[in-house]
């Protein structure tokens, strides 16, 4: 069954109205009409069974049939910063991400970056990325699309957005000995920020800084992955000790 996201203001009593590109898709793409059913989901957990009553140029409204709490998230809020990488490596990623199971995804300027974002194709990519993150979470089951940062951060900017995150690592192909195992954890972790750096690796003056912030610098183990595998490693360990894995 088809799946759509739908914000609060989308819903009203039983029915639910859908609007904005979803609408083409529906119309044009599908070609569904009155009497198909499709699933709605509400960014809080829940799932809709909808039975669509009009299908109209500038919106789709459906009835309610059903309302099942979904249990998809995970129980660890994870924050990633990725430096920019090369090519359309980042729209990968992304996808990738989501389906592990990513709070939020913020792309990153670093010293050592070898690929570069043009401040004017800034929104157009975010925004690409974000829709990639959504077409990925309806694929994946989950109940919620993770944020996609509108805008290139900086390491700092980074740093003052994580700041209340209950442990904050970098993984850093200088660190030689400290394992995830090993570090320095709190007790309980419900939310996590990391970055993982570009091809060029990160700059001594990075490290430093994101030490002092807090950070604790983490090894991957003696082989280099390239710079789109290695956030998709870091997931997949993070989520197998804090998660749902």
């Not at 800084?209 to 950070?215: R, S, T």
Request: glycine share 8%.
């Amino acid at each position: 069954m088809h799946r759509f996201f739908v914000t609060s203001e989308g819903f009203f009593e039983k029915t639910v109205t859908i609007k904005g590109s979803d609408v083409n898709h529906i119309r044009t793409v599908l070609r569904m009409k009155p009497g198909d059913r499709i699933e709605v989901i509400d960014h809080q957990g829940f799932r809709y069974e909808i039975v669509l009553a009009e299908v109209e140029k500038d919106h789709v409204r459906g009835e309610i049939l059903s309302k099942i709490a979904m249990q998809t998230e995970s129980p660890v809020n994870i924050r990633m910063g990725q430096a920019l990488i090369k090519g359309n490596a980042f729209d990968l990623l992304i996808r990738k991400a989501t389906e592990l199971g990513v709070g939020a995804i913020a792309p990153l300027k670093t010293q050592r970056c070898v690929a570069r974002l043009a401040k004017e194709s800034q929104s157009y990519r975010t925004q690409r990325w974000q829709r990639i993150a959504e077409e990925a979470s309806k694929q994946c089951g989950r109940s919620r699309v993770p944020k996609v940062h509108s805008t290139v951060l900086s390491v700092e900017e980074f740093c003052r957005q994580s700041s209340g995150c209950d442990l904050k690592l970098v993984f850093w192909e200088g660190e030689q000995k400290a394992r995830l195992h090993e570090i320095a954890v709190p007790d309980s972790v419900t939310s996590i920020a990391f970055l993982a750096g570009p091809e060029g690796g990160w700059a001594a003056e990075e490290i430093d800084f994101l030490i002092q912030q807090g950070f604790q610098t983490v090894t991957l183990g003696p082989r280099l992955l390239k710079a789109d595998s290695a956030s998709l490693v870091i997931l997949s360990l993070l989520q197998h000790r804090w998660g749902d894995l």
